[in-house]
Structure formats: C-alpha cells, structure tokens
DNA sequence: TTATTACTTGACAATAAGTGTCAAATGTAA
DNA sequence: TTACATTTGACACTTATTGTCAAGTAATAA
C-alpha cells in the first residue's frame, strides 16, 4: 500500500531529480517537499497538480491517493470506518443527484 | 436522506427540548446548536457525544452520520468520489492490519 | 397592541490548524 | 575535508474553526 509520499518520491527519484528542482516548480521550500514525501505533512492540492506536471504522473490518479490518503488518515482510528465509508457512499450518490441550487 | 442537523433537531423537538437546554448540555452557546441542526456549522466531535447523550441517541450511528456528512461533502465535487471511497477503504484495511508503533 | 418566548442571524473575537521560510544539523560520497 | 542533498525544528504568517454576543425575526398569549 502505498502513500502518495512515498509515489512521489519513487517518482522523482526515478527521474533523477532533486528535491530543489521539484519544490522550484511546486514553488514551495524544499524542506515542505522533503516532509511530503515522508508524509510529515499533507500537500495541497495546488502540489499534487504541479507533482503530476512535472513527475508526469496521472494527474487524477495521484489526486485521487492524495484524497484517499486524507480520508484513511481521518477514519483510521474509528471502529466504524467501514461503516462511515459506505454511508458516505450513499451520500455522495444522494449529493450527486440531488444537487444544491445556488 | 437524512443530515445529523435534522436528526439532531427531529429528536430534540420530539423529545420536547429547547435549543438553550441542549445547548447549554453541550456547553456551548444555542447560536450554534441552531446553526449545526441546520448544517450551517459543523458539530465537533465532543458536540456529537454530549448530544447523542442527552438525545438518547446511539452514540456510534450519530458519530457515522457526522462522519460521513463530513466525507461526503469533502468528496461531491469531484467526479472520482467513487474511486477515492474505495482506495480509502483499502487504505484503512491496510492501516488497521498495520498499525503505527508509536 | 404589547410582552414573552424560541429561534435565527451576522459581526466579531479567540483559538487551532495549515502552510510557509529559514538556518542549522545530518547524511553521503568524492 | 569539502561539497552537496536531505532532514529537522523553531518560528512566522495565513486561513479555518469554534465560540460569544446582541440584535433580529416569528409565533403566541395576554
């Protein structure tokens, strides 16, 4: 199971790059994108699109583990997890169907 | 489909409570009590046990509904809301089999 | 009508969480 | 050692969350 961390820096290291040059075009200091890749803290979702330009991965695809990570995070520790997911499925559905006139 | 603002505000009324009542169980002011019954403000967590007390309401069914209110507005915008429930799943799965030593 | 009661609204304050910078420390390899 | 990449932690800035308060609305009774 892997975190979109550890995806990113596969990623980077694989191509060869440095911390430096990605934070550069993230526009971040590189001490945020070293703790991103160690899951110190959580990236924007401004990051994650500008790691997928530059890393040339799956823009949806990282977006959806970078979502997929925080929701985990937030549940982990409740017994109901399962249960908080599904219903939260239905929702969706419902929110989807249903959606707000504004 | 039912918000935990309108299963909160349907028992309290049929339980014949005033918002001042409740809301000075939770220790907090019936402002927001009034806000969270109709999903203007978020309950914490805190809020969700003392109300499901005092509501006579199942403590853990109250805590899956705010939850999963929570996910559910998290994710509706985006169209790969059904992939992320089921990566987060998966996460959460692996999360558990492994759990951080901390 | 006025008074009372319950609830709602919005401006604001206090606090917590998120996001970032920077410089020093650590690791690694020539 | 020197040079370079990464990590760490203290701190500052910004944004979001959580709350208070007082004035507003609505409904009802006197």
Known sequence: METVGQIIR????SQGLLLRQVAAHLDIDQAIL????????KPTK?????LSQILKLD???LLIQFMSDKIAYEIAD????SRV?????KK??????HPIKS
Request: hydrophobic residues 30%; contains cysteine; glycine residues 0%.
């Open 10 to 13: 596969a990623k980077r290291e």
């Open 34 to 41: 070293s703790k991103i890749e160690r899951n110190e803290r």
């Open 46 to 50: 401004e990051n994650i699109f500008k």
């Open 59 to 61: 823009k949806d695809e």
């Open 78 to 81: 409740e017994d109901c997890a």
């Open 85 to 89: 997911l599904k219903v939260a499925e």
């Open 92 to 97: 969706v559905k419902y929110l989807r169907a």
